[in-house]
């Protein structure tokens, strides 16, 4: 773990969307290192890594060709070498159904992505500065899901 | 009660009869040794006056020889002589016929003993007196004559007097017979009247009860004949029929209906369980035969379902149940009922194949709300952000008019995000999937205000409310139906006023609301929601629930029509109504009903 930055991982397979995210952690005045992947399997691939630098915080996108933003939770649920990551699941769609799923298991917040760049830097900065043992605590399902 | 009973039990009858049949046959018994008693009295009384008869005959014999005597002495005439001659024998006569009479009588065979001497005596008298007559006219002076004649007239007496005494002797007997039989006599025809009488009115009571009886028959009889009639009717009407099965004798008796069920004219055809099976589908047999062996054994059964073939070619769906009776002479009978459910089946059929269509359609349904919320979103969202971006970065570089197409397009994909989103909700508003709960209501408004508080403090608007009970509601869309209802006072308020929301609530009789004065339930939540705000003519209070429809042109107000029909969609899976009122610039009111259950 290295103080100096937070480092961020983000899985998801739109090409758009990488650039738009990347692009707002750019213009954000905090010190971040953004990795992306494409998919669920390069996602697991990295963080199974012998190497691979453990991320503050993993957004995952849910509808991913491969392997699904939901097996990924499931499997990094599973593995205590993840548990002080924090993982945010960040998805075009906000349905009750994928809500309540990824609250179930186990993630730590919901992030609808947003329609407009400047509401999307605020997400992202609330995010990342979020102080992960207080919300960890008090999480259910009303604060699940971040309201901008 | 017990009475009623006692003269309703059919033995009464049959007890009436055998008291009259021992009545008349003691009667018959009784009659039958009165009226030889009485033909044995008159035996005697003939006997009586035979013998009585016969005694005077004999003495008036002897008188006649003792007068022809008399009469030869007085004129010597031999002409008078001749009752004399024939008189022994006529009294010999008598005398045998006597004693034949008086065989069984020995008192009067003694004394017809005494008697023959007597008249032997008397005879002998005569020969003696006659020879004395004979000798001519001299011998009658003399004088051993008249002691003679003396003796004769005493002899006579002392006839006379036996005869008297015998004649005594028979009336005696007679009396004696008379005052035996003279209670006798006297009591029987009043007991033979009386026991009559009785038995009699025995019979009339049986009468009255055998009509009685007759009249309730033939009620009962008409009664039977209607309900059998009303029964044909209902098998017709619900196309069933009965059979009952004698299962010792193997004999079948169907209802005319049956026969009709199996496409034939009442009973034509002889009702046996080979005769069924003619009808029944080749495939349903051996399973309708096993079911019938089970019928033998087991007292209640499940339904039988089979298939019959009738003779124009048409397959019915045939539904029976049977159960056993047994008589109280162990005697086993099945009562069954055979329904034809084609019908049933066929819609049932029907129903089933529309169940389908309408999962196939909601299946669809569905895939199309993923690619709505999905797939759809997602371009969209994209050109949104891209705008987004380059408004931020690019705006300086753009001209005046590039500036206002790109306002244009910021504009239409707004529009196009907010038509989706009430899209998928509005489809999302079905009822099947929902859980009703007693909620909160104030809990519920708190919510929907949060959800638009961001507008709400924009606006500066001022929304005061009632105090809401607990009602028993889908609570989600409760609280869409109160985001939208205050969303659009909110959307339609008046441009140069504060928006104020005021939201009551009663509870109410539906007979006492004019607008649901037909409701199904009687008693209602009332929910109204009042507003200050541009309000609209009442002629369009209920154009506004219909989906897409409009009031006012999308550049003044961005509505997108679909937010009221889910309103009306979400009370209507309520069982409630929803009824808008509105004044032009001065405000509208919507009223929820929500049913009290």
Not at chain 2, 207 to 231: G, P, Q, R, V, W
Request: glycine share 4%; hydrophobic share 40%; charged share 30%.
């Amino acid at each position: 773990m290295n103080d100096d930055y937070i480092h961020i991982v983000l899985a998801d397979d739109d090409e758009d969307d990488r650039l738009l995210f990347t692009e707002a952690f750019d213009e954000l005045k905090i010190t971040t290192k953004v990795n992306t992947y494409n998919d669920g399997v390069y996602l697991m691939d990295y963080l199974n890594g012998e190497d691979a630098i453990m991320p503050n915080v993993l957004f995952l996108d849910l509808n991913m060709p491969r392997k699904s933003g939901m097996e990924c939770l499931k499997e990094i649920k599973a593995n205590d070498k993840f548990k002080d990551m924090a993982i945010a699941i960040y998805s075009t769609s906000a349905s009750e159904e994928d809500i309540e799923n990824t609250f179930v298991q186990g993630a730590n917040i919901y992030i609808k992505k947003p329609d407009n760049f400047k509401k999307l830097k605020k997400a992202l900065s609330e995010v990342v500065t979020l102080n992960w043992q207080y919300h960890t605590n008090g999480l259910n399902k009303d604060n699940f899901l971040l309201r901008l | 009660m017990q009475l009623k009973a006692i003269y309703k039990a059919p033995w009464f009858v049959k007890s009436i009869f055998v008291v009259c049949f021992f009545i008349i046959f003691f009667v018959a018994g009784v009659t039958y040794k009165s009226i030889n008693d009485l033909s044995e009295s008159s035996d005697l009384v003939e006997h009586k006056y035979e013998v009585v008869i016969e005694l005077e005959q004999m003495f008036s014999y002897l008188k006649d020889v003792e007068t022809g005597q008399r009469g030869f002495i007085i004129t010597q005439d031999s002409i008078y002589l001749k009752p004399y001659f024939s008189g022994r024998e006529n009294i010999n006569n008598s005398f045998a016929e006597l004693k034949e009479l008086t065989r069984h009588n020995p008192e009067q065979q003694i004394f017809l003993k005494e008697l023959n001497v007597l008249i032997d005596d008397r005879l002998a008298n005569f020969e003696e007196s006659q020879r004395f007559i004979l000798k001519r006219y001299n011998d009658i002076e003399s004088p051993s004559f008249s002691p003679i004649f003396r003796e004769g007239k005493q002899l006579m007496d002392d006839i006379r007097e036996k005869i008297k005494s015998m004649i005594a002797l028979e009336n005696k007997r007679l009396e004696a017979r008379q005052r035996d039989h003279k209670d006798n006599l006297k009591v029987t025809p009043m007991f033979l009247y009386l026991v009559l009488l009785l038995s009699l009115l025995l019979m009339v009571g049986a009468y009255y009860k055998i009509m009685f009886d007759l009249e309730k028959l033939k009620k009962t009889n008409l009664k039977l004949e209607i309900f059998k009639e009303s029964a044909n009717q209902s098998e017709i009407v619900s196309k069933h029929g009965n059979w009952i099965w004698n299962i010792e004798e193997d004999i079948y008796s169907y209802s005319d209906n049956l026969y009709r069920l199996l496409g034939e004219e009442p009973q034509s055809f002889k009702a046996t369980t080979d005769n069924l099976m003619k009808f029944v589908h080749p495939d349903d047999v051996e399973k309708l035969r096993g079911q019938i062996e089970k019928m033998m054994e087991e007292k209640n059964l499940p339904f039988i379902y089979y298939r019959i073939i009738q003779k124009n070619g048409n397959i019915k769906h045939f539904k029976a149940y049977g159960k056993t009776l047994v008589n109280n002479d162990g005697g086993r009978r099945l009562l069954g009922t055979t329904t034809d459910i084609t019908d049933e089946i066929e819609s049932f059929k029907a129903l089933e194949e529309r169940n389908l269509e309408l999962e196939r359609n909601n299946k669809e349904l569905s895939a199309f709300n993923h690619v709505a919320s999905h797939d759809l979103q997602e371009p969209l969202r994209k050109i949104q952000t891209f705008l987004s971006r380059l408004e931020d970065k690019e705006e300086e570089n753009l001209s005046e008019s590039g500036l206002v197409y790109m306002s244009r397009i910021k504009n239409a994909a707004t529009r196009m995000r907010s038509l989706i989103d009430d899209l998928l909700q509005f489809s999302r508003t079905n009822k099947a999937d929902k859980v009703f709960e007693v909620t909160n209501i104030n809990l519920l408004l708190e919510a929907a205000k949060q959800d638009l508080a961001e507008v709400i403090s924009e606006e500066k608007a001022l929304i005061t409310e009632e105090t809401f009970p607990v009602i028993n509601v889908i609570p989600f869309q409760i609280q869409q139906l109160f985001v939208n209802l205050i969303g659009n006072s909110l959307k339609y308020r008046a441009k140069h006023r504060i928006p104020e929301i005021n939201i009551g609530y009663e509870q109410v009789l539906a007979e006492n609301e004019p607008t649901i004065a037909n409701a199904k339930q009687e008693a209602y939540h009332k929910i109204t929601f009042k507003d200050n705000g541009i309000g609209f003519d009442n002629e369009y209070a209920e154009r506004i629930f219909i989906l897409f429809s409009r009031l006012h042109n999308k550049d003044e107000y961005s509505g997108t029509g679909i937010g009221l029909s889910i309103c009306k969609k979400i009370v209507e899976n309520h069982e409630g109504h929803i009824h808008a009122c509105g004044a032009p610039n001065i405000g509208a009111t919507f009223t929820v009903y929500l049913p009290v259950v």
